[in-house]
């Protein structure tokens, strides 16, 4: 049913590392950013990073340089590498495929966003 489906998340400790993975249906044939966010205890959703159509990559500061995003090459599945987790990093973590609108073909027009149901990452001191 869903269109993304993420998993790899679990319980560890601070300083190791966990890679989420992103399996992605036939979601769009618009260009799309694939974006990771992630919604800490109480906090609102915040935007983690994302790659772009042309393999751009973008982080939020509080993960550059030490989360990785990237995608096989059938671009089937998207990772996010993550590295020297911090307590702070816990949080249920979402893949998002986010259109960007054009033109033609109409279909594409407009902007959507199809979001995976999440998955969580505990970090413990």
């Known amino acids: 049913q869903e269109a993304l489906g993420e998993s790899g998340g679990g319980s560890v400790q601070a300083g190791e590392s966990l890679r989420l993975s992103c399996a992605a249906s036939?979601?769009?044939?618009?260009?799309?950013?694939l974006e990771w966010w992630r919604q800490p205890p109480g906090k609102e959703r915040e935007f983690v990073s994302e790659?772009?159509?042309?393999?751009?990559?973008r982080y939020a500061d509080s993960v550059k340089g030490r989360f990785t995003v990237s995608q096989d090459n059938a671009k089937t599945t998207a990772f996010l590498q993550m590295r020297s987790l911090k307590p702070e990093d816990t949080a249920i973590y979402y893949c998002?495929?986010?259109?960007?609108?054009?033109?033609?073909?109409?279909?594409?027009?407009?902007?959507?966003?199809?979001w995976g149901r999440g998955t969580q990452v505990t970090v413990s001191s």
């Open positions: 036939k979601l769009t044939t618009c260009t799309y950013d």
């Open positions: 790659i772009d159509s042309r393999g751009i990559t």
């Open positions: 998002n495929v986010s259109t960007i609108p054009t033109l033609h073909p109409p279909s594409c027009r407009f902007p959507m966003n199809y």
